[in-house]
Nanobody, 121 residues
Framework: QIPLVESGGGLVQPGGSLKLSCTTSGSNVMIEAMGWHRQAPGKQREMVAIATPAGYKNYVDSVKGRFTISRDNAKNTVYLQMNSLKLEDTAVYYC???????????????WGQGTLVTVSS
């Protein structure tokens, strides 16, 4: 029930750049980790990047040095700056957020609808 609104996907040539954004909102919740996962055609979904409120960041090896995840905690927004894009980066990118209920204390994972990134010459 926590909405995640994604934007920024599109078509780009190899070596190009895109920036994804994802914003969430909700009442009586705290947003914990936020990140991005992707699923390429015929492949399993994989974690791409994740960031915690304290600043911890992690990336899948294939994007290290090319992608940068960042957060604006005040706006409950996470970004993914993607540079030097490769053909193998083509996938549907899904935003995720781990949401903690202030009332009950339990954590649930919310997912965005996905945004398509196509890298093609």
């Amino acid at each position: 029930q926590i909405p995640l609104v994604e934007s920024g996907g599109g078509l780009v040539q190899p070596g190009g750049s895109l920036k994804l954004s994802c914003t969430t909102s909700g009442s009586n919740v705290m947003i914990e980790a936020m990140g991005w996962h992707r699923q390429a055609p015929g492949k399993q979904r994989e974690m791409v990047a994740i960031a915690t409120p304290a600043g911890y960041k992690n990336y899948v090896d294939s994007v290290k040095g090319r992608f940068t995840i960042s957060r604006d905690n005040a706006k409950n927004t996470v970004y993914l700056q993607m540079n030097s894009l490769k053909l193998e980066d083509t996938a549907v990118y899904y935003c995720r957020a781990d949401v903690r209920s202030v009332v009950g204390g339990d954590v649930t994972t919310a997912w965005g609808q996905g945004t398509l990134v196509t890298v093609s010459s």
